[in-house]
């Protein structure tokens, strides 16, 4: 089945590292993404890693992939109060063609 | 162009109205999808276009009613909607049905219905 969920809330320092964190159920997962949305905006693609890979690094964002524990993770370095947003993650599913999103982690980066 | 451009960017309207919601891609995408976002939750997918084809309907009541003209335009019909239906409405496309190398949202439409 999918079932994707992700912690409610994360609050960090500016400066500090975020890690937010992402499980996931279905094993057929081809491709994980990480989506940003600010407040009345749409979704911002920000990284996606595929699921034969273990880590991926872009600028200031390091996505982990833990396919045996179903195990995601986004680490941002260097917060900025301008990463203050809600973060998705989201699998999809190649046979069904469907993004199913976990529930968001709203980040608030505190000065 | 690398956006997936939506309009109007909000709309309010009565249960009785029909208006349109529409999104355009100039990326050569062909896959196009129409998400509806409650406040505080994720995206629920609504309707997949394949190739201009309708691939998937997720069970969503006919008062929605999704069009394909082309392979650049998406369309969504609403007609006698509930205020329950008062959502952001957010279009993605990806280059292909599977979404490899991402979906790209639009910025949505914020509806209210009264």
């Known amino acids: 089945g999918e079932d994707v969920e992700q912690s409610l809330f994360l609050s960090v320092r500016e400066g500090d590292s975020s890690v937010i964190n992402c499980t996931y159920t279905d094993s057929s997962s081809t491709y994980l993404y990480w989506y940003k949305q600010e407040p009345g905006a749409g979704l911002q693609l920000l990284t996606y890693i595929f699921s034969n890979m273990d880590m991926k690094q872009d600028q200031r964002l390091t996505v982990l992939l833990n396919k045996k524990d179903k195990h995601l993770s986004l680490r941002i370095a260097d917060t900025q109060t301008g990463d203050s947003a809600i973060y998705f993650c989201?699998?999809?599913?190649?046979?069904?063609?469907?993004?199913?999103f976990g529930g968001g982690t709203r980040v608030l980066v505190k000065p | 162009d690398t956006e997936v451009t939506q309009t109007p960017k909000h709309l309010v309207m009565g249960m009785t109205n029909k208006k349109s919601l529409k999104c355009e891609q100039h990326m050569g995408h062909r896959a196009m999808y129409w998400y509806k976002q409650k406040a505080k939750k994720p995206p629920e997918l609504m309707f997949v276009y394949s190739y201009e084809k309708l691939s998937i309907n997720e069970s969503v009541p006919s008062r929605f009613s999704p069009e394909c003209p082309n392979s650049s335009l998406l369309n969504l019909h609403l007609h006698a909607l509930q205020p329950e239906d008062s959502a952001l409405y957010l279009c993605?496309?990806?280059?292909?049905?599977?979404?490899?190398?991402?979906?790209?949202f639009g910025s949505g439409t914020r509806l209210t219905v009264v």
């Open positions: 989201a699998e999809n599913i190649a046979a069904g063609n469907k993004l199913t």
């Open positions: 993605a496309s990806s280059q292909a049905p599977g979404g490899d190398y991402g979906y790209t």
